[in-house]
């Protein structure tokens, strides 16, 4: 009834003010009344992990009892990937809805980044040159936070943002009105409304500090429809964490590739501060009629030669797949998804139809009855229906693009995935590598040359997809020396 009697007050003082007339202002409190039966969504998503990074994912090693029980309680995606193999482009995919060609952010920063790193060749010494990317979500676009604040959701974020800090770019700005904004580990700036009660110590661990500001959200909000979204800085570098966890992690024994003490530490502190914001949902009875969704931005950092190959698996490792965060390989790209609606998704239920970043935002839109905004497409599919148990989704095809260079990781490059088939296209001498990933997760076949037929149906679908995207392709560097060809 809290929740009611708010929006009612609410909408009473926005009557008085002459804002809104007496006729619209009763259907919106029959719309109000309506709220709550509204589902929520919680959105947990974390940086940098790997695919096998957590318990229920196959790690042997890390310990991840609360995304367990999520996963247990509902939906695990074995075939879920990012829109890109790094943070910046992912994210402004998944929050614009759109592949990485409509919205121009394909790396982090600006294209020269990376080009005074003594390791690396200049751009100018690089075979190709890279086109301009937008250093974030620009302000027309309408991101998913913005279709929900229409529809009458509070949306909330705290952590990292990471799509833009110019103007109109900021999240309170893209359709957050309550925000941590957190651009380093050491930078904040406070959005929250109200006022959190403190700024974190030096000696707070972060992630508790930001678990603690989304469940003050969560209790706020807690009588009307709302959209936590909560991107963790963990599990990125710098890798560091509690002592006593590093501890009992050091005294494990380790299992399979996954054996650093440091960054197992990391994971389990991901998993308390998410865990925090299960419990507050548990606490205040909003369990029931809340999507709660976790999933990760790219894929877990492994080292790996500039092939994904010749693994050493010094922070995590992705095995069985092929490469690292940064790559079109598996590695990269494929991560852990997991999705929990009581009373929707089958406890315990697999899924292994590929969804991808995109898919986010025409998921929620249904979820809420949100309107899609005008004159922005979407690129992705809704999820419900494989959450309540089909098998399929009306598309076959799913795209990645990198127009740029990530040294000792990725050149430019663009894939497809159709079907259990996957095609990745080199842009630097245009060769292409096809896989079939149902009998080979690892990449390590190529079938390009064994089936040209698939290879060249799957190239002319990527083409056809660049095409329809406006995709500018990276151009050849006249000042290119044929010395450095494959240094990158
Ligand atoms: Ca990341």
Redesign the pocket.
Known sequence: MASVNLTRRDLLQRMAFGSIGFSAASGLLRAAASDARRPNIVLLYA??LGWTDLACFGSGYYETPNLDRLCSQGMKFTNAYSCAA??SP?RASLLTGQYVPRHGVYTVGGKNRFDDDKKCLKWSERKLLAPENADGILPDKVTVAEALSQSGYSCGQFGKWHVGEGKGQLPTAQGFPSSVLMTSHSHFNFMTSPPPPKKPGKDDYLSDFLAEQAVGFVERNKGNPMFLYFPNFLV?SPHESKKDIIAKYKAKKPAGRHHNPVYAAMIECLDQSFGRVLDALDRFGLSENTLVMFFS??GGVASADNRGLNEGGEVTSNHPLRGT?GMLYEGGIRVPLIARWPGVIEPGSVCDTPVIGVDFYPTFLEVTGAKPPAGQILDGESMIPLMKGAERLPREDIFWWMPGYLPGRQAPANAIRSGDYKLIEFFEDGHLELYNLKNDIGERNDLAAAEPDKARELHNKLKHWREATGAKIPERNPNFDPKNEGKW
Request: with cysteine.
């Open positions: 940086d940098d790094n943070c992912s990125h931005d790219n965060k």
